[in-house]
């Protein structure tokens, strides 16, 4: 597909790393970050919901901290400024990004009564 074809918030990337969002795993847009990521998550229909008022873009609110793991040890990033890698283990996302039904757990079948 032709950078032309990709939406502008993107930053531009030169393929896709794989990377784990809360035990679910993602090909996504290497080279751009973890917010807009999750930007082109909502818009891929992967299950995500960004409160957008609640972000300033520029690392002034904090409102985009998530957790992640590195070494084996959890660790918190800004992800308005946090590049996504391969292998990019996010344990917690920030607080004004939900999971939509797309990622929900399946509930248990009911037993038969």
Known sequence: M???????YLEPFDGFC???IEGVE???????????VLQHL???????????K??????????????YTHGGEVREALG???LVTEGLDIV???????RGSAL???PAPESAV
């Open 92 to 98: 917690r996302l920030p607080r004004s990004v939900f």
């Open 54 to 67: 609640d972000f300033c873009w520029n690392a002034d609110c904090h409102n985009c901290k998530f957790a």
């Open 42 to 52: 909502e818009q891929t229909s992967a299950g995500f919901e960004l409160v957008y």
């Open 80 to 82: 308005c400024r946090h």
């Open 26 to 36: 993602f090909e996504v847009p290497r080279g751009n970050t973890v917010l807009r």
């Open 104 to 106: 929900a757990p399946t």
């Open 18 to 20: 794989r990377i784990r």
């Open 2 to 8: 032709s950078a032309a074809a990709w939406p502008d």
